[in-house]
């Protein structure tokens, strides 16, 4: 599967974006996807992830209250609502897919993973 994220860009403190992240291929439903995200001089880190219903949600304690994940399985696409932003949600995020469903924080369970899209939060 091939992953497009979209969606970033500059935002105030406190404002809101919404990333997309458009996937090929007929097995998208049957995917796990997660939201990671990167900042400079920092690990790549576990942003959300959303399991292949839709049903199941996690959520890093960073954003947890602030960022919603979901998916549109008729339109593969999943989405990442970012409210109430903050400077330290500035990096580079991307989506990535996991072929097992294994649902989690780990960023080796995910197979497929998308090019980022900069997401940067002025203060």
């Known amino acids: 599967v091939q992953l497009q994220a979209s969606g970033g860009g500059l935002v105030q403190a406190g404002g809101s974006l919404r990333l997309s992240c458009a996937a090929s291929?007929?097995?998208?439903?049957?995917?796990?996807m997660g939201w990671f995200r990167q900042a400079p001089g920092k690990e790549r880190e576990f942003v959300a992830a959303i399991s292949w219903s839709g049903g199941s949600t996690l959520y890093a304690d960073s954003v947890k209250g602030r960022f919603t994940i979901s998916r549109d399985n008729a339109k593969n696409t999943v989405y990442l609502q970012m409210n109430s932003l903050k400077p330290e949600d500035t990096a580079v995020y991307y989506c990535?897919?996991?072929?097992?469903?294994?649902?989690?924080?780990?960023?080796?369970?995910?197979?497929?993973w998308g090019q980022g899209t900069l997401v940067t939060v002025s203060s």
């Open positions: 291929g007929r097995t998208f439903s049957s995917y796990a």
């Open positions: 990535a897919a996991d072929g097992l469903n294994r649902f989690g924080y780990d960023p080796y369970e995910y197979d497929y």
